[in-house]
């Protein structure tokens, strides 16, 4: 399977709200449910920020979304934040298998 | 509380095998939906998945390493262990282990992440 895609690059000032997508096909994002969200700050590990398209763990702040239409999931975060900033990977489940996005580069500006 | 930790070599020789061990407590690899998975992420470079194996023993590889990797658990000692055969220096990169949850597909929490430089 191909790695899903994401724009690199996305940017917003502090309390805007920045949308950031993530497309697949018919054979990924749009079969199924299991998209999901992860916040990467430098040097750290990843973070799960949204499961099953637009569910939240416990302590993820509801600033963060999701949502799907077809073969595309986004992620909104509203309400930006300078801890906001970082990379930000989608992944959807493909049948047993996994795969990432590409990854953007959130900016707080 | 759940936590995961990787441990291998810092660095690895070009063409040599890469054992990794991924450490974990707090869960069982013996519940239902439940597995390991390890992830790498070159420096500067994306997140990629690589393997995940399940409580039944089940395994799956990312397609583009799937040759030259082997996953196994060891449900007594709480670890999962990565092989990676014919190492190259584009395999450097941190490899994390996470668990995931199969009937959900998500990865929580990670493990630090260990960073492997091949190199002669």
């Known amino acids: 399977q191909s790695a899903l895609t994401q724009p690199p690059s996305a940017s917003g000032s502090p309390g805007q709200s920045v949308t950031i997508s993530c497309t697949g096909t018919s054979s990924d994002i749009g079969a199924y449910n299991y998209i999901s969200w992860y916040q990467q700050h430098p040097g750290k590990a990843p973070k799960l920020m949204i499961y099953?398209?637009?569910k939240r763990p416990s302590g993820v702040p509801d600033r963060f979304s999701g949502s799907k239409s077809g073969n595309t999931a986004s992620l909104t975060v509203s309400g930006l934040q300078a801890d906001d900033e970082g990379n930000y990977y989608c992944t959807s489940y493909v049948g047993g298998d996994v795969v990432f996005g590409g990854g953007t580069k959130l900016t707080v500006l | 509380q759940i936590t995961l930790k990787e441990s291998g070599p810092a660095l690895a020789n070009p063409t040599q095998t890469l054992t990794l061990t991924c450490t974990f407590s707090?869960?069982?690899?013996?519940?239902?939906?439940?597995?390991v998975g390890w992830i790498r992420q070159p420096p500067g470079k994306a997140l990629e998945w690589l393997a995940l194996?399940?409580?039944?023993?089940?395994?799956r590889f990312g397609p583009s390493l799937s040759s030259r990797l082997t996953i196994t658990k060891d449900t007594s000692k709480n670890q999962v262990i990565l092989t990676m055969t014919n190492l190259d220096p584009v395999d450097t990169a941190t490899y994390y282990c996470?668990?995931?949850?199969?009937?959900?597909?998500?990865?929580?929490?990670w493990g630090p992440g260990t960073l492997v430089t091949v190199s002669s």
């Open positions: 996470a668990r995931y949850f199969l009937f959900s597909s998500w990865f929580d929490p």
């Open positions: 099953e398209v637009n």
């Open positions: 707090g869960f069982s690899l013996s519940s239902s939906g439940v597995g």
């Open positions: 194996i399940y409580w039944d023993d089940e395994k």
